[in-house]
Each structure stands twice: as C-alpha cells, then as structure tokens.
C-alpha cells in the first residue's frame, strides 16, 4: 500500500490565483482530513470528511473548500489564494474505531508559498 | 470546543537523561490522547496513544500517563538518543463521532550528544 499520498509537493502561487491540492489513500478508510501547519505551529483541522459525498468545516475553513466523490480521493481547493495561505497542507486517513480513536496516518505535505 | 495546551514548547536534553512533555485538555468527556512525532520535513507520524480506561501505557523507552481527573497527560522518554530530536505533538480526540483530532503547538526536542 502507499498509504496517503499529495501531489503536488510544492507550489508557488500568485495572489488571486487558484489551485487544487489532491489526496489520494488506498487504504479503504472512511475518514479523512486535511490540515495545514504554519512555521513553529501545530496542526490546524481545515475540513474533513467521514465518507463519500460528506464533507465538514473544522476550525479555519475559510478560503478553501472540498469534495468527496470517492473513498479514495479528498482535493482541497483554494480559490484566490492569498500570502495568509502560506502554510504546509497535509491531508490524512483514518478509519472510524468504536469508542472512537483510530491512527490517523499522514501524507507526505504540500508545501504552498503565495507570493 | 476542545482546547489544549502542550508545554514546555522547547525542549533540551543530554543523550541518555529523560524527557517529559505535558498536555493539558478541556473537555472531560475526551477519551483518547495519541502522540506524533515529527522529524524536520517529515510528516507526523503515531508513536504512542491512550484511551481513557487505562492511566499508562508502555512502548520501549516511551511511555504516556494519563490522569482524567486533572485532564492532562504526559509523554516519557527515557534514555533519550540523538534519533529523538524532532518536534512532538499532543492530540485529543473530540466527541460527537467525528474522530476530529485537537493538537497541542508542539514540543520541540533536541538531544544532545
């Protein structure tokens, strides 16, 4: 398996511009979720999804939206990036647990730069 | 909505001596608390968690406790090799069937030779 993956790994981007950061996992889990990490900071919840066709705002949605067509694939997409997008993008999978509580196992990051 | 505080955010240890980082959390209803590992460049990575029903748990040099009445937990590592250095990250899992995580800002261990 390989697990979570993102392309691309690094973008630079012009203010205003657009772009769709892709996640894929091949490990049939339901879960999945998309944070960014800002230099020296943790890990803040962007969106999620707990399957197919649902998607949910976590703590800084704003600029960004999602889609979940398929179990396998969760894009998030910007839409007139802006320099406060600076950031590290990481996409993770997880499967529900009952008393919940599940790994959730982390791509490799996209590193975006909005210039 | 959930809030959690890690502390210290830097972290500075002798190869061999042991390390403790804590987290605090909010939400008494909180059942699980993992821990990830993040190497420069890398992504965070799971090395150990709890549940609720125990108050410690073991994996060779790492060990986390957890005290639900205080609602804080804590991360051990005992003799600490220079491969530790990286930045830890303490999470709380949020209720209402969502498995959202919370993390803290991170600890940022160094281990020096």
């Known amino acids: 398996n390989a697990g979570v993956t993102q392309t691309p790994k690094f973008r630079i981007l012009k203010i205003g511009q657009s772009m769709t950061l892709q996640c894929t996992q091949d490990?049939?889990?339901?879960?999945m979720y998309w944070y960014r990490q800002d230099p020296g900071m943790g890990l803040k919840l962007i969106y999620y999804?707990?399957?197919?066709?649902?998607?949910d705002k976590g703590e800084v949605p704003n600029g960004y939206n999602v889609s979940r067509s398929t179990t396998e694939d969760f894009p998030l997409r910007l839409e007139l990036a802006a320099p406060s997008q600076t950031s590290v993008y990481f996409c993770a999978s997880s499967s529900p647990r009952l008393g919940g509580g599940e790994t959730q196992y982390f791509g490799p990051g996209t590193r975006l730069l909005v210039l | 909505g959930e809030n959690v505080e890690q502390h210290p955010s830097t972290l500075s240890v002798q190869e061999g001596d042991s390390a403790v980082i804590k987290c605090t959390y909010s939400d008494s209803a909180s059942n699980y608390f993992p821990w990830y590992k993040q190497e420069l460049g890398k992504r965070p990575q799971l090395i150990i968690d709890i549940r609720s029903n125990v108050g410690e748990k073991k994996d060779q040099r790492i060990a986390v406790t957890l005290n639900k009445t205080a609602k804080h937990f804590s991360l051990h590592i005992t003799e600490t090799q220079p491969e530790d250095s990286a930045v830890y990250f303490c999470a709380v899992l949020t209720q209402g069937g969502s498995e959202k995580l919370v993390f803290g800002k991170g600890t940022k261990l160094t281990v020096n030779p």
């Open positions: 999804s707990v399957g197919a066709g649902i998607t």
């Open positions: 490990m049939n889990h339901n879960y």
